[in-house]
């Protein structure tokens, strides 16, 4: 790697850093995917066994009709394990005129700009090897499904992507300010 280059992934490692300290969004770089996978998988996991705990706890208070107890159980699971945004991506057409904000959670959904999916959607997210993989279903049209392969630069700040119709476009990470 030339040194100009290795200078600038040095500086976005530290970008990352800052970034997820700050405001817990995950980085994308090359050199930090690895522990990336790791991260978002854990988080799943723990995601995952804190609401199966609730879920059974919850009914066990219904079941005794203490309500109350269901209530402030159920609070407790939408504060223990509530949807984190943990990066937002500006896309904006390279073969098509548009653009659009996708925001990643760490659920594996996303949120199209400030547009949520409706209860029946699917909009996921997910990296496989090198590649961001954006997979949505509208409810409307559910014999469709749209798929982005999105290849994500070294330094984590951009990817290309191109689609099932062969629509490209590219996007850049949106990071706060420091």
Not at 90 to 97: D, H, I, P
Not at 143 to 167: H, L, M
């Amino acid at each position: 790697m030339k040194p100009d280059d290795r200078l600038r992934l040095i500086e976005a490692v530290r970008a990352e850093k800052a970034a997820f300290e700050r405001s817990g969004l995950i980085p994308w770089s090359a050199p930090m995917r690895p522990a990336l996978l790791v991260y978002l998988r854990e988080l799943m996991l723990a995601d995952a066994a804190i609401k199966k705990a609730y879920d059974r706890s919850i009914p066990a208070a219904l079941k005794s009709k203490d309500h109350a107890a269901a209530e402030v159980l159920r609070s407790e699971l939408r504060e223990a394990s509530h949807r984190r945004l943990l990066a937002t991506w500006a896309c904006t057409g390279s073969t098509f005129q548009g653009s659009w904000a996708w925001k990643f959670y760490s659920d594996g959904t996303l949120e199209l700009g400030n547009r949520a999916p409706s209860s029946l959607d699917q909009w996921n997210w997910a990296i496989e090897g090198n590649v961001l993989v954006v997979k949505t279903r509208n409810a409307n049209d559910p014999n469709v499904q749209n798929v982005a392969r999105c290849t994500i630069a070294a330094d984590g700040a951009s990817f290309t992507a191109e689609n099932q119709k062969k629509d490209r476009f590219v996007g850049r990470l949106e990071r706060p300010a420091n």
